[in-house]
């Protein structure tokens, strides 16, 4: 496969690029000719093009988009039995609850809901996905059914699973047993709920059980943290110190964190201190953030979102994550990392022109970073040939306009495609 005349973010100037045995061969600057600038519309330019050689008249090239943070197990849901009236994380927990008994989980219903989860990331344009799965519920159906379409998917979209104790470890009876459980069947990291847990202790103890199973199992960490307005679900410090202790940090991801959109800012330049000792993680969730939190208190309301602008300007990495699509959290959701993206820089004031120019790396490279991708994943020659082409020139376009991704391949492999919608507008 030859790409032509793409700009590609980060760099200057126009691009080519050379891709076979499913990587980068060759990546030269390109001459730009006198009629570029996108003066090709978006659906002529596979028209004008081969599968083998697509021109891609000055439209921006990344590395694919990442979603850090997803519940596939429970993805499109929603409804059943009931809708989530109230709009709590806790009525989420509960309907989730429900489900699990009323409509008793079956392998192939949970792969094909994924599958279909999966196929609407895929189109706009993510590549690597982590997914929690829980595993307080103890057939294990839904741990059994991701972890076959991880392997089914392997090379066509990555999958990495978190064991996620929805109900909390200590708070579940045999709960220790189930996360060693979902740690021996492979699931790649080691997940948490301490603020659900049933008090302080059994949280700041849930912690521990989790990074001793990461050591035990050479896993990575992804923590539900603090997902609450409660100013003193401080659980985060508990984690950061864990980390900091076993040398965990970049294995570690901070999921939430909303109660720290609540702390005062005398306790969170302290607790600033650790997190950047400790080098750990953030992901945030804005669009279901800004849903379920907040929820208990009348005007003025607090948004329930973690310190996004804050945590990056101290040099910490955030990436941003769905959490739901169509589930007993969060009722809609399209699979679009960029409409995640645009609710995170409208609540996280970071709508400066500097903010939005390197925005996308919320959605990219921060997600790569949590997940540990290392260097399977950027545009350089010799690295996996897996990339994505947007119908923008740059991230503030892309940003504005959430432009559709046009084209994204995986292993030198066209995974989606996409002809944008053409309209017509008269009279103006
Ligand atoms: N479970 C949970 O505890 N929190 C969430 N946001 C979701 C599931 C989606
Ligand atoms: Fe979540």
Same mark, same amino acid.
């Given at each position: 496969m030859h790409i032509q005349q793409c700009r590609i973010r980060g760099?200057? +100037?126009?691009?080519?690029?050379?891709?076979?045995?499913?990587?980068?061969?060759?990546?030269?600057?390109?001459?730009?000719?006198?009629?570029?600038?996108?003066?090709?519309?978006?659906?002529?330019?596979?028209?004008?093009?081969?599968?083998?050689?697509?021109? %891609?008249?000055?439209?921006?090239?990344?590395?694919?988009?990442?979603?850090?943070?997803?519940?596939?197990?429970?993805?499109l849901t929603a409804g059943q039995p009931h809708y989530?009236?109230?709009?709590?994380?806790?009525?989420?927990?509960?309907?989730?609850?429900?489900?699990?008994?009323?409509?008793?989980?079956?392998?192939? %219903?949970?792969?094909?809901?994924?599958?279909?989860?999966?196929?609407?990331?895929?189109?706009?344009?993510?590549?690597?996905?982590?997914?929690?799965?829980?595993?307080?519920?103890?057939?294990?159906?839904?741990?059994?059914?991701?972890?076959?379409?991880?392997?089914?998917?392997? +090379?066509?979209?990555?999958?990495?699973?978190?064991?996620?104790?929805?109900?909390?470890?200590?708070?579940?009876?045999?709960?220790?047993?189930?996360?060693?459980?979902?740690?021996?069947m492979g699931v790649d990291c080691v997940g948490g709920i301490p603020h659900y847990e049933f008090s302080r202790d059994y949280g700041v103890d849930s912690l521990k059980f989790i990074f001793d199973l990461a050591e035990k199992y050479d896993a990575m960490v992804d923590v539900h943290c603090d997902e609450m307005d409660d100013e003193q679900s401080r659980y985060l410090e508990v984690l950061a110190t864990e980390a900091w202790e076993r040398?965990?940090?970049?294995?570690?991801?901070?999921?939430?964190?909303?109660?720290?959109?609540?702390?005062?800012?005398?306790?969170?330049?302290?607790?600033l201190r650790v997190l950047q000792a400790s080098g750990i993680h953030f992901n945030a969730c804005p669009t279901e953030s800004i849903h379920l939190q907040g929820r208990t208190e009348p005007y003025p309301k607090r948004r329930g979102i973690t310190r996004?602008?804050?945590?990056?300007?101290?040099?910490?990495?955030?990436?941003?994550?769905?959490?739901?699509?169509?589930?007993?959290?969060?009722?809609?959701?399209?699979?679009?990392?960029?409409?995640?993206?645009?609710?995170?820089?409208?609540?996280?004031?970071?709508?400066?022109?500097?903010?939005i120019s390197h925005a996308l790396d919320f959605i990219s490279v921060n997600g790569a970073r949590n997940l540990c991708l290392?260097?399977?994943?950027?545009?350089?020659?010799?690295?996996?040939a897996d990339f994505i082409l947007l119908d923008a020139k740059d991230d503030y376009e892309a940003l504005r306009f959430l432009s559709p991704v046009l084209l994204s391949v995986h292993n030198g492999k066209i995974l989606a495609q996409k002809q944008p919608a053409r309209a017509a507008v008269y009279d103006i």
């Open positions: 760099k200057e +100037g126009l691009w080519e690029l050379e891709i076979s045995d499913g990587r980068f061969q060759k990546i030269r600057p390109q001459q730009a000719p006198a009629e570029l600038a996108t003066a090709v519309p978006a659906d002529q330019i596979f028209a004008r093009s081969d599968q083998d050689c697509i021109n %891609a008249q000055g439209r921006l090239l990344l590395p694919p988009f990442v979603e850090p943070h997803i519940h596939l197990d429970c993805v989530n009236m109230s709009g709590t994380l806790f009525e989420g927990i509960s309907t989730w609850d429900e489900y699990k008994t009323q409509v008793p989980l079956e392998v192939a %219903a949970i792969k094909d809901r994924a599958r279909q989860a999966l196929r609407l990331m895929a189109e706009y344009g993510v590549q690597f996905v982590r997914s929690h799965v829980d595993v307080t519920e103890a057939s294990f159906k839904g741990v059994q059914a991701l972890l076959e379409l991880r392997e089914e998917l392997r +090379g066509t979209m990555e999958i990495q699973l978190v064991a996620f104790p929805q109900n909390g470890i200590l708070s579940t009876r045999g709960g220790k047993e189930l996360m060693i459980r979902a740690m021996e040398g965990w940090g970049p294995r570690t991801v901070a999921a939430h964190t909303c109660a720290m959109g609540s702390y005062n800012d005398s306790y969170y330049n302290k607790l996004i602008k804050e945590l990056s300007s101290a040099g910490l990495n955030v990436a941003l994550g769905q959490d739901s699509i169509a589930d007993p959290w969060y009722p809609i959701g399209t699979g679009n990392p960029l409409r995640v993206l645009d609710m995170g820089l409208h609540v996280g004031h970071l709508l400066g022109y500097q903010d290392g260097d399977q994943y950027g545009i350089m020659e010799g690295r996996p």
